[in-house]
């Protein structure tokens, strides 16, 4: 199993592009989310979907879209970038009742300039 | 909702040094707690977790962390930091079996960032 993968693994934007964050894992998890980790403020939720089809806000989702056409994938949006998005980002994911057993990937470093 | 507050933002030490890094929740009823961490340029591991029983817990690399209820601490402690220990800790919690929908999801406290110096 490859876990869970991400990519772009770096990103650098301009204020105003948009881009998207591929999240793919392979363990058959119904359980998928992005975080952003800033410094001094731990990772913060952005948003997160139970399974295909169902997607819901976290603790900061302006600015952000997502999809979960299937259970593998799960890509954010950023349909207007601003500098405030400049962060690391973090897909995880994890059988839906099992919240001990996250498994995060390796992460996506996206600067806004 | 559930909060998390880890004290100490940034912690320097001397290989050999005993560790403690505080973690403090905010919420009343069953918790689930987890200490994850992240070394420099790699993503989160788990480190240890605490759902009941036992409430000194013993996790991967010599790592423990008590559960404490009546002070809602889970500090995180190391007799003795390695050069390797290097990283940024993350205390975090989800509510109980009993909870559902958002208040499973993990929340987590500001980091602490562990630097060990040879």
């Known amino acids: 199993n490859a876990g869970v993968t991400q990519t772009p693994k770096f990103q650098v934007l301009k204020t105003g592009q948009s881009m998207t964050l591929q999240c793919a894992q392979d363990m058959n998890h119904e359980y998928m989310s992005w975080y952003r980790q800033d410094p001094g403020m731990g990772l913060r939720l952005i948003h997160y979907s139970v399974g295909a089809g169902i997607t819901d806000q976290g603790e900061v989702p302006n600015g952000y879209n997502v999809s979960r056409s299937t259970t593998e994938d799960f890509p954010l949006r950023l349909l207007s970038a601003a500098p405030s998005q400049t962060s690391v980002y973090f897909c995880?994911?994890?059988?839906?009742?099992?919240?001990?057993?996250?498994?995060f990937g390796p992460g996506t470093r996206l600067t806004v300039l | 909702a559930q909060s998390v507050s880890q004290h100490n933002h940034h912690v320097i030490l001397s290989e050999a040094a005993s560790l403690e890094l505080g973690c403090n929740y905010s919420y009343g009823g069953t918790v689930n707690l987890f200490w994850y961490v992240q070394y420099p340029g790699q993503h989160l591991q788990l480190l240890l977790k605490?759902?009941?029983?036992?409430?000194l817990v013993k996790g991967i690399k010599g790592f423990e962390a008590e559960f404490i209820k009546s002070k809602f601490s889970f500090n995180l402690r190391k007799p003795s930091v390695q050069w390797s220990d290097t990283a940024e800790y993350f205390c975090a919690v989800t509510l109980g079996p009993f909870s559902s929908g958002s208040a499973r999801q993990l929340t987590f406290g500001s980091g602490t960032q562990l630097t060990v110096l040879p």
């Open positions: 605490y759902f009941s029983g036992d409430p």
């Open positions: 995880a994911s994890r059988r839906l009742e099992e919240t001990d057993t996250q498994y």
